[in-house]
């Protein structure tokens, strides 16, 4: 787009298109103050199908504003939008576009990993407070009124002195480490490549990393290589006392394998912000006290509105002047 005087006497229809496939509060909140600059172009406000729609009205579309909790970008969408350039994803994960299209289409991705990583990793790591020290089933314990009827509760867990395995050293699991170091914990990772700026012990192999850990933290993507990487040989390294605190993505472990693990006290606990199949919860984890769980929520937080915004907009005003992107994905 050539900022130029002019631009806010643009008619609607010759401002630059950015769709949107749902409606979605974040896509509001992007979109507040600045519809004199871009188009936002609905889908579901036409009574048209979405496939219908996307190939009568969607063929000049350049920008695709996605998130993690609308529609997966598939192939076929992408099929539907030609002129397709950039996607601008509301979420710090990828799995919901298909990147190996986006790669053969030349699409570039932004995302908002670095907005989201303090919020998810303060959830990661409030997930495994709870978890070792038991602050949710306590407080279940003290509302019962069982404080007054049964005594002192179960003693929880020292959280300094704990070897805790990251897997996943990205913008969560930099900040997660970072945290957790301030409460006297080592840090271990397992990642797809050792990161050469930290000196944390690096295992190439996830099964090892359990072994060598008192809880495990999911903070990596979902892909063809991590989908159920935990699984239960895992699971069974990381052994009866050891803890899992999942802030990925759900089928990153394997969820059965995981449930059975707990029902048996395989594992010692769970703290999970993600599901295999949300909103759905396996119901055996229900009557544990050693399981926390949360509704996928860590990402957001009001205070993030603001650099969200200003990043969607800065990507979009990036990409409509030629210039680069403030978030790109690499997608090789
Ligand atoms: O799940 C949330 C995100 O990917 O940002």
Not at 71 to 87: E, F, M, V, W
Not at 132 to 139: E, F, G, T, V
Not at 260 to 286: S, T, Y
């Amino acid at each position: 787009m050539a900022h130029n005087n002019h631009t806010h006497h643009l008619h609607g229809q010759d401002l630059p298109k950015v769709l949107q496939l749902l409606p979605n509060p974040c896509f509001a909140l992007v979109e507040a103050n600045n519809s004199h600059k871009f188009h936002f172009l609905k889908a579901w406000v036409s009574p048209l199908p979405q496939d219908q729609f996307l190939e009568t009205q969607a063929g000049s579309v350049q920008v695709l504003l996605s998130s993690a909790i609308g529609p997966p970008i598939t192939a076929q969408i992408l099929h539907l939008l030609p002129s397709l350039k950039l996607i601008v994803t509301i979420s710090a994960g990828l799995n919901h576009v298909d990147l190996a299209e986006c790669r053969a289409r030349g699409v570039a991705i932004a995302s908002a990993s670095k907005i989201f990583a303090e919020d998810v990793a303060d959830v990661g790591v409030g997930l495994l407070l709870d978890v070792m020290r038991n602050i949710s089933a306590s407080d279940r314990f003290v509302r019962d009124g069982f404080w007054v009827s049964k005594g002192d509760f179960a003693l929880g867990s020292k959280i300094g002195g704990k070897r805790v395995g990251i897997v996943g050293l990205g913008n969560i699991g930099l900040e997660v480490a970072k945290r957790l170091e301030a409460f006297g914990c080592s840090i271990l990772y397992n990642s797809r490549k050792k990161k050469p700026f930290v000196s944390y012990p690096f295992f190439p192999d996830v099964c090892e990393l359990a072994a060598n850990s008192d809880v495990l933290v999911i903070c990596c993507g979902l892909n063809a290589q991590t989908h159920h990487m935990i699984n239960k040989k895992v699971l069974l390294a990381l052994g009866r006392e050891g803890v899992i605190v999942n802030v990925g993505r759900g089928a990153i472990i394997d969820e059965k394998e995981m449930v059975q693990c707990l029902v048996r006290g395989e594992i010692g606990g769970a703290g999970l912000d993600v599901f295999e199949n949300e909103p759905h919860v396996p119901k055996e984890l229900f009557a544990l006290d050693n399981v926390v769980l949360s509704p996928h929520q860590a990402a957001l937080t009001p205070e993030c509105f603001t650099a969200l915004r200003e990043l969607v907009i800065g990507n979009l005003e990036a990409f409509f002047s030629n210039k680069p992107l403030l978030s790109q994905v690499e997608n090789n």
